[in-house]
């Protein structure tokens, strides 16, 4: 008899638990170019403060 245990065709082993992690990087990488990452976010943050203020047109018009 063998004392190895028998593993399943989903059973986990070093090799399928390396290509979940790099699948979750790719799939966390995916995401974060999506949304456009940080430097969008910090953009989108300037220009609504920007937009909080009255232009030099909207000044000259009064």
Known sequence: ????????PFGLNRIRIMILLMGALVLLI????????????????DASNAAKEPTAEQLSSN
């Open 1 to 8: 008899m063998s004392d190895k245990p028998k593993t399943g």
């Open 30 to 45: 995916s995401i974060g170019m999506f949304l456009g990452g940080p430097n969008s976010y910090q953009a989108l943050r």
